[in-house]
T-cell receptor, first 115, second 116 residues
Framework: DGGITQSPKYLFRKEGQNVTLSCEQN?????MYWYRQDPGQGLRLIYY???????QKGDIAEGYSVSREKKESFPLTVTSAQKNPTAFYLC??????????????FGEGSWLTVV | AQKITQTQPGMFVQEKEAVTLDCTYD???????LFWYKQPSSGEMIFLIY??????QNATEGRYSLNFQKARKSANLVISASQLGDSAMYFC?????????????FGQGTILTVHP
């Protein structure tokens, strides 16, 4: 079945370490997104990408990095520069930009905890 | 800049009654889309309804309807005949064109609790 796969589901990181969260979609979607969600809070946009080899910073990009080498993949690296990385991370995609009746597809999320 | 505001941190409703969750938005782009999502405690995001800025009719999907008032820049979600399973966090979101083409912005969410 088509969808968005995020891995790992749960991840523990030691302070000072970089970690990479995987996001893969087999839906042939153009745009992909990374959001951060803190407990009881809304989704904040970290990075987004509309096409391969291009991405834009969202509202809270500091301490994060991304790449878009393939249409189906949009990994997020949480660097040691991110001071408070413990959160729930959601990856999302849209079939094609500007289309009416769009639906945002989400992965199941990744829980990152700093220990 | 685009912004979504959900002013109700929490809402309570009796089972079988209707409830309205508020959402206001701000954008200078004439072309935009508005979404509502439900997030249960499991964390998954469940699509509920979509409204395009040029759609003439208010969107409806089963028990969900979107009260779209373009002049007021509001896109309230109406849930009719609430069920216990409707208890969850609800998010309003917006996508726009223009200089923020492709960017998706979410509101802070509203926690809905349905009482038996």
């Amino acid at each position: 079945d088509g969808g968005i796969t995020q891995s790992p589901k749960y991840l523990f990181r030691k302070e000072g370490q970089n970690v990479t969260l995987s996001c893969e979609q087999n839906l042939n979607h153009d745009a992909m997104y990374w959001y951060r969600q803190d407990p009881g809070q809304g989704l904040r946009l970290i990075y987004y990408s509309q096409i391969v080899n291009d991405f834009q910073k969202g509202d809270i990009a500091e301490g994060y990095s991304v790449s878009r080498e393939k249409k189906e993949s949009f990994p997020l690296t949480v660097t040691s520069a991110q001071k408070n990385p413990t959160a729930f991370y959601l990856c999302a995609s849209i079939p094609r930009l500007g289309a009416s009746g769009n639906t945002i597809y989400f992965g199941e999320g990744s829980w990152l905890t700093v220990v | 800049a685009q912004k979504i505001t959900q002013t109700q941190p929490g809402m309570f409703v009796q089972e079988k009654e209707a409830v309205t969750l508020d959402c206001t938005y701000d954008t200078s782009d004439p072309s935009y889309g508005l979404f509502w999502y439900k997030q249960p405690s499991s964390g998954e995001m469940i699509f509920l309804i979509y409204q395009g800025s040029y759609d003439q009719q208010n969107a409806t999907e089963g028990r969900y309807s979107l009260n779209f008032q373009k002049a007021r820049k509001s896109a309230n979600l109406v849930i009719s005949a609430s069920q216990l399973g409707d208890s969850a966090m609800y998010f309003c979101a917006m996508s726009t064109g223009g200089t923020s083409y492709g960017k998706l912005t979410f509101g802070q969410g509203t926690i809905l609790t349905v009482h038996p």
